[in-house]
C-alpha cells in the first residue's frame, strides 16, 4: 500500500494561490498509480477534486475548481501537485490526495471506492 504525505496548506486571501504537494514515504512508489485529490469542508461530505493518470497524460476536474487548479506530477520525485489559483472562500477545505488501487489504469478514477491509500489531509483556508 502506497504511503503519502500531504504538504503545501495554509491561509490565503482570496483570490490567492497555493500550491499543495503529495508525496509518497518511505519505499513506496506513486509511478504507476493514478492519483486524486478530495476536499472535506466542515459539515460537508467529502468531494472530489482532480485526478491524474500514472503518465500524466489525462487529467479531470470537478466543474467547480476547472480554470482555476491544476494537477500535475513529477514521477521523478514520487510526487503529485496540485496549483490552485484565484481561490475562493468556499474553496476552503482539508485537502487529501489519494492512491488508486489499481496501478497502471488508463482512465481517471473519481469515486472514493477506487482509491485504496489516503494521506493524512493538509488544510487549505481562504479569507475572504
Known amino acids: 500500500q502506497v504511503q503519502l504525505v500531504e504538504s503545501g496548506g495554509g491561509l490565503v486571501q482570496a483570490g490567492g494561490s497555493l500550491r499543495l504537494s503529495c508525496a509518497a514515504s518511505?519505499?513506496?512508489?506513486?509511478?504507476?498509480?493514478?492519483v486524486g485529490w478530495f476536499r472535506q469542508a466542515p459539515g460537508k461530505e467529502r468531494e472530489f477534486v482532480a485526478a491524474?493518470?500514472?503518465?500524466?497524460?489525462?487529467?479531470s476536474y470537478v466543474d467547480s475548481v476547472k480554470g482555476r487548479f491544476t494537477i500535475s506530477r513529477d514521477n521523478a520525485k514520487n510526487t503529485v501537485y496540485l496549483q490552485m489559483n484565484s481561490l475562493k472562500p468556499e474553496d476552503t477545505a482539508v485537502y487529501y490526495c489519494?492512491?488508486?488501487?489499481?496501478?497502471?489504469?488508463?482512465?481517471?478514477?473519481?469515486?472514493?471506492?477506487?482509491?485504496?491509500?489516503w494521506g493524512q489531509g493538509t488544510q487549505v483556508t481562504v479569507s475572504s
Open positions: 491524474i493518470t500514472w503518465t500524466g497524460r489525462t487529467t
Open positions: 518511505g519505499r513506496t512508489s506513486l509511478t504507476r498509480n493514478a
Open positions: 489519494a492512491a488508486d488501487r489499481l496501478v497502471l489504469r488508463g482512465t481517471t478514477p473519481s469515486g472514493a471506492a477506487d482509491f485504496g491509500s
